[in-house]
């Protein structure tokens, strides 16, 4: 009887897990410098955005990771909602801002995932530019960096086994930017 409790506990200790990782890549000083994101809010969220994007991607190479990619996003959307909360969005504001992100988050995938798939690097800088920078002010180098970033990224996350993201082991992308 309580074996499916115990196996809820070490799935939801799996997603925990992963999404910690996720935001320790996101939070690297690299993508504010570099990369140019604002050290806000929304820049934050924008790196976020980017990590969860790369990890959710490789999930989508196999249907045993399907299950446990939705159960990251569901942890991630849970986050944005107490982060909101913590910034002092009133109570009856949440939803609408919650839409908000969510609309911005999955409009990110739709615009990296094609670029993505086929390693069009072109591509991938026009959505960065389009997706981060909305409003220009690009800084000088941007594009290029999460472009080689996106693409590296990808291409680390696809060699990693599927035993290792199922068991929640700290997933270590290397990357040759500083």
């Known amino acids: 009887m309580f074996e499916r409790f115990r196996r809820g506990r070490k ?3 799996v997603i925990d897990q992963l999404y910690a990782g996720v ?3 996101a939070r690297q000083p ?6 140019g994101l604002p050290d806000t809010v929304m820049g934050r969220f924008d ?3 980017i990590e969860m994007f790369l990890f959710l991607h490789r999930c989508r190479q ?4 399907s299950p446990l990619a939705q159960d990251l996003v569901d942890r991630f ?3 944005l909602d107490h982060s909101i909360r913590e910034i002092g969005i009133g109570y009856m504001a949440v939803p609408k801002r919650m839409r908000k992100l969510a609309g911005l988050f999955y409009q990110r995938v739709r615009a990296f ?15 960065v530019a389009s997706e981060l920078f909305p409003e220009g002010g690009m800084p000088e180098g941007a594009s290029d960096f999460w472009a080689d970033h996106i693409l590296a990224a990808s291409a680390a996350y696809a060699r990693i086994p599927d035993a290792v993201i199922l068991a929640g082991e700290p997933v270590v992308i290397e990357s040759r930017q500083s």
């Open 11 to 13: 799935n939801r200790d």
């Open 30 to 35: 690299r993508f504010f410098l570099a990369g």
């Open 62 to 65: 196999d249907s045993a990771l």
């Open 47 to 49: 790196s976020l955005s």
């Open 23 to 25: 935001v320790e890549r």
């Open 77 to 79: 959307m849970t986050d």
């Open 113 to 127: 995932s094609k670029p993505v798939e086929q390693a069009d690097r072109n591509s991938l800088e026009a959505a």
